[in-house]
């Protein structure tokens, strides 16, 4: 597996009534019910492309958890459209991955917040979006 570069990141443990570190977390589903939020800065997440200075939000409530990667837009929308096509593809190819493995039942991809119907770019539940009508929208937008 890649060592992930974390350059901080905060968690609350309610049983040791004290902050922790990302590395002391035995079982976030756990630690961040019913109710909790922790975060992960990284220097960079290597996914087929590199991203970086991703913040990974991890947040539950009574019934859900979300795992939010926030980056700079520039991480994606490059100069070239060739290289953005790639790069959004390598994206939802890797979130398509992570929602199979972890059976995460929607992924939502965005502008902050993405789950806002006017900053909402994909949303799939279970087919895998259209990647070349998603582009072609955000290109001749």
Do not use: C
Not at 128 to 135: A, D, R, S, T
């Amino acid at each position: 597996m890649t060592k992930l570069h974390i350059q901080s990141s905060h968690f609350y443990d309610p049983n040791l009534q004290r902050d922790i570190e990302f590395s002391e977390v035995k079982n976030i589903k756990e630690l961040l019910s019913p109710k909790e939020t922790g975060h992960v800065v990284l220097e960079q997440l290597p996914l087929g492309i590199s991203l970086k200075n991703v913040v990974i939000v991890f947040s539950f409530d009574e019934e859900y958890g979300d795992i939010v990667f926030n980056f700079p837009e520039s991480e994606l929308f490059v100069a070239d459209k060739n290289e953005v096509k790639l790069r959004f593809a390598k994206l939802v190819d890797y979130l398509m991955n992570l929602k199979m493995k972890y059976d995460i039942s929607k992924v939502i991809i965005g502008y902050e917040p993405a789950y806002d119907e006017d900053t909402m770019l994909i949303e799939w539940d279970d087919d895998p979006p259209h990647l070349e009508e998603v582009l072609d929208a955000l290109f001749n937008a």
